[in-house]
């Protein structure tokens, strides 16, 4: 039993004495021990030992280290309730027996109350009304006292004196016992005589016809002993093939044994197998489709990656188009400005020609020509800028675009690796409910076993207490008897003593052993008889 000083040493109590009602009232019922003989009692009767009815710390339930909380706390409740429900019945049943211990006292008190006022009753009557009435009544009850105590003297005496004649009777019988025995015995000394000539004589006659038997008795000596052989060989023949017969048999069932041990084994192992089977199967199923979400996911990705790469090729064949739309506009504009140049040449040469013609008419044309070239020029330039402004926002949105997939991949990547790991987290999580689960399922059942062990142990207690109290009782009862027979013994014995005293001195009848008290006795009982 674990106490709370031994599993705190660091503190330093004293044990209390006390019943059982104390452990169920006090406040600190780790410190108080069962020592009234009333609480031990009850204890022994119903087969509860007193360490079960004392409280324990909740680290001695602990079986080892890294346990469940909540198991250990399962097995400290189901203590503590079995211990309060033991104690309340056993408190209930010392409160019983204290009530049927007071109950008997005040039954005994009121009979001995009774036997005085019946005496006081009889020796002095609440009806007398006068001294002469208590007088007379005294006297009566003086006489009849006399009366009775001579009555019983009188019973005393016959009731000796028969004893006496039984004795003296058993006494005659066993000296007629002792002359019959006599008597037989000298019978019987008489046919053994005769029974020793008797068989004198026929050992004779027997000696002449055991002379002729000889030869005959040896011969079937012979042949008994030719067909003793003859049966012991047969005997031994068949308890050979006996054990034969019972060493085939026993090899025949432990080959079945075994047989059925290695069918057995056997089951077991394809069962087992089967599971594991059906277990790699399952993981491999789940692992196909975890493959096969994958398989998707990444046929997926790559679809849309092919997607985005047959859209970067048109895009870069657009683009190559464009370029090539462009150097094609190039090469239009080089050759409008070669032959701009050239008519610019020529309409030197005619200025120059002409420049004697008229200077106000060729200076209005050189403003004409320059006004003219001026939007062209302008115009050129703007959309070679808005071409290549274009070209770069479409790189810069393909760039994007795969950084986008790029990303969008990786994204899609670790979902999956996450979802894969919650997968195991939740696997792992129901393993460990399921381990749990079968742990908590053998704490109950070792509760349960403990439940029952405790209420074998109990009931063997107190069977054991149930024959104790019978054979005490029945040690009691003989001592009874045996005393009451001593009584009895000492009582007519001493009536004898005073038989004796009153009759005088003693006769030679008095020493029962002696030949002639024996026969005093004898004359006595035939002149009784007579």
Do not use: I, T
């Given at each position: 039993s674990y106490s709370f000083c031994t599993l705190l040493p660091h503190i330093k109590m004293q044990d209390q004495r006390g019943n059982l009602e104390d452990l169920l009232v006090t406040e600190h019922p780790s410190h108080v021990r069962l020592t009234s003989p009333r609480s031990l009692m009850l204890c022994r009767r119903h087969g509860i030992l007193p360490e079960?009815?004392?409280?324990?710390?909740?680290?001695?339930?602990?079986?080892?280290?890294?346990?469940?909380?909540?198991m250990v706390q399962r097995r400290y409740d189901h203590f503590n309730t079995r211990r309060l429900e033991k104690l309340n019945f056993l408190v209930g049943d010392r409160r019983a027996l204290l009530e049927q211990e007071a109950l008997d006292g005040m039954q005994l008190q009121q009979q001995q109350q009774q036997q005085h006022m019946d005496a006081y009753a009889g020796v002095v009557s609440p009806s007398a009304g006068s001294p002469e009435r208590s007088t007379i009544l005294l006297k009566d009850t003086y006489e009849t006292e006399q009366e009775r105590i001579a009555a019983r003297m009188q019973k005393?005496?016959?009731?000796?004196q028969k004893v006496e004649l039984l004795a003296m009777q058993r006494a005659d019988e066993q000296e007629h016992k002792e002359m019959k025995l006599a008597w037989a015995e000298q019978r019987h000394q008489e046919t053994l005589r005769e029974v020793e000539g008797a068989r004198v004589r026929n050992i004779m006659e027997n000696a002449e016809k055991k002379v002729n038997r000889m030869m005959h008795v040896r011969g079937t000596q012979e042949a008994l002993a030719e067909l003793t052989e003859h049966k012991k060989l047969m005997i031994s023949s068949k308890e050979m093939q006996r054990q034969q017969a019972m060493e085939e048999k026993k090899r025949a069932a432990e080959e079945g044994r075994s047989r059925k041990r290695e069918a057995q084994e056997l089951r077991a192992a394809q069962i087992k197998q089967r599971k594991e089977e059906m277990e790699r199967a399952r993981v491999m199923h789940l692992e196909g489709r975890l493959q096969e979400k994958g398989e998707k996911a990444v046929d997926f990705e790559r679809v849309k990656?092919?997607?985005?790469?047959?859209?970067?090729?048109?895009?870069?064949?657009?683009?190559?188009?464009?370029?090539?739309?462009q150097g094609r506009m190039r090469v239009e504009d080089e050759r409008f400005m070669s032959h701009h140049a050239h008519k610019n040449m020529v309409d030197e040469q005619n200025r120059g020609v002409y420049a004697e013609l008229s200077g106000q008419r060729a200076q209005a044309e050189q403003v004409h020509l320059t006004h003219k070239m001026q939007p062209h020029t302008h115009t050129h330039t703007h959309t070679h800028t808005h071409t290549q402004l274009k070209a770069e926002a479409k790189q810069r949105r393909i760039e994007d675009a795969k950084l986008r997939a790029k990303e969008l991949e990786e994204t899609r990547k670790m979902q999956a690796m996450v979802k894969l790991q919650e997968k195991e987290h939740r696997q792992k999580a129901m393993q460990e409910q399921v381990r749990q689960q079968r742990l908590w399922e053998q704490n109950e059942k070792k509760i349960k076993m403990l439940d029952a062990k405790e209420a074998v142990e109990r009931q063997k207690r107190k069977e054991k207490y149930e024959n104790e109290l019978r054979q005490q009782q029945v040690q009691q009862k003989m001592d009874r008897i045996l005393s009451n027979e001593d009584a009895k013994w000492q009582a007519v014995q001493q009536q004898r003593m005073h038989l004796v005293s009153s009759r005088g001195p003693a006769t030679p009848r008095s020493n029962p052993s002696s030949p002639r008290a024996g026969a005093t006795r004898r004359r006595h009982s035939v002149g009784i008889k007579r």
């Open positions: 079960e009815l004392y409280p324990r710390s909740f680290q001695s339930f602990v079986e080892y280290r890294g346990e469940m909380q909540e005393e005496a016959e009731r000796a990656l092919q997607q985005q790469v047959e859209r970067q090729h048109m895009a870069e064949n657009k683009q190559q188009a464009e370029a090539q739309a």
